[in-house]
């Protein structure tokens, strides 16, 4: 649904009315403050983010490696660093402050094993009034020795960071496995029987995002049928399951995921940059059998905190594989369907009464050639695909989260600065 002239009435937190200017305006009591973002301006639901790494932001934009390689490379290397709070703190002020100028009001984060990890960005978080869902790293294997856990101790720290935060505010956690080639049938089995135990937790991890990780996993667990055989074995397919990537997966491992539920999470930038792939949609979102499919930058192998170039990227890996990709759906996926796999679109992803007031306001006309651009544009869907394929951070104008203003883009000699936050 689209208003040309539209408006949005917030009151603690939600979105108490929506509708046309001319209906609303009468009915609003005197002395309700308005803020009118101009013709020039498209409000939308907040962009939702469902696979990111907020410890993968000190070293985003780095050089020169596949998957496997990259990880020992630099990627554990980096995390290493979270062992120091002070570090870690930066990186999560970092990473929230990129989310708010990118009008990305939820995500979905891998942290570090490193429990203090997830403390620090739900702390974090938590100030900004943001919607997060976040969890402790689970690995015992194939990564550097201080940064595994073991079975019991993983199980017992995220246990212990679940009852500190999930379902506190606006905050959730996420149980995370790693992925299947860095944790032992013992971890993923207590990570099945954690996620048992509190089955309103998100799961997430990752799955079958190059040909060389699925032939890898095969060998370390050759009595499995097929990679996503390897999580439902251990109890970690179900609703509320958010795996990144799944570049690679096979018919029947789609057909498990639509029958239980789970969800992919896209991240195209990422899988360009590594050289992983290009994920076919038009086989995940087949009509006799969807499957449940959100959007991640998936930061730092994902090269940008902007969603309308994440989905700029996603159009690309669509024609790869001779889909297309429209504006409608595109911007779909980046908010209600990112809800949707994250089973919150009950709460955020539209612009209704009784949902909560994410809103991001985009500038349609951020830069000289959009502006030009957007002269000959065609409809509303034309406009969001010069936006898509054009724009960036700078479209962004506004950031609002749970009705706070807590992200204005400024335009002054001095620069784009962050306004409204804290």
């Known amino acids: 649904m689209h208003e040309a002239d539209a408006v949005i009435v917030m009151q603690d937190g939600h979105v108490t009315h929506f509708g046309p200017a001319d209906v609303l305006l009468r009915e609003l009591p005197r002395g309700v403050a308005i803020r009118d973002w101009g013709r020039d301006a498209l409000i939308c639901a907040g962009f939702i983010d469902c696979h990111v790494h907020y410890a993968q932001t000190p070293m985003i934009a780095a050089y020169g490696a596949r998957l496997l390689d990259w990880l020992d490379t630099y990627t554990f290397p980096t995390e290493l660093k979270f062992a120091d709070r002070a570090f870690a703190a930066a990186a999560a002020r970092a990473f929230l402050k990129e989310c708010l100028r990118n009008g990305i009001t939820t995500s979905c984060v891998y942290c570090t094993v490193h429990p203090h990890s997830v403390d620090i960005l739900f702390e974090e978080a938590e100030k900004l009034g943001l919607r997060l869902a976040a969890g402790k790293v689970l690995l015992d294997r194939n990564a550097p020795e201080a940064l595994c ?241 054009l724009g960036d951070d700078r479209a962004v104008r506004a950031t609002y989260v749970a009705g706070r203003l807590a992200y204005e883009r400024i335009d002054d000699r001095s620069g784009l600065n962050l306004s409204a936050s804290s």
């Open 149 to 389: 856990d073991t079975p019991q101790s993983g199980y017992d720290q995220s246990k212990a960071l679940i009852a500190k935060w999930h379902g506190r505010g606006r905050l959730l956690y996420a149980i995370t496995p790693r992925f299947a080639g860095s944790s032992s049938p013992e971890q993923l089995a207590a990570a099945g029987a954690l996620w048992a135990e509190h089955r309103d937790c998100l799961m997430q991890t990752h799955i079958a995002e190059t040909p060389e990780e699925v032939d890898w996993v095969k060998q370390l667990f050759p009595e499995r049928q097929h990679y996503l055989d390897v999580y439902d074995h251990h109890g970690l397919c179900a609703e509320r399951a958010v795996f990144g990537h799944g570049i690679w997966l096979q018919e029947p491992e789609l057909q498990r995921l639509h029958a239980t539920g789970a969800a992919i999470a896209h991240c195209p930038t990422s899988n360009f940059f590594l050289g992983s792939g290009a994920l076919d949609l038009s086989r995940v979102v087949k009509a006799e059998r969807p499957v449940r499919l959100g959007l991640g930058t998936d930061i730092g192998a994902g090269t940008s905190f902007s969603i309308l170039d994440t989905l700029g990227e996603a159009y690309k890996a669509a024609q790869l594989n001779r889909f297309s990709l429209s504006a409608f759906h595109a911007f779909y996926l980046a908010t209600r369907g990112s809800a949707r796999a994250l089973y919150l679109d009950d709460r955020i992803g539209s612009i209704a009464p009784g949902m909560e007031a994410d809103l991001a306001v985009l500038d349609m006309r951020s830069t000289p050639l959009i502006d030009f651009r957007m002269n000959y544009a065609r409809g509303l869907g034309e406009q969001l695909f010069i936006q898509m394929t």
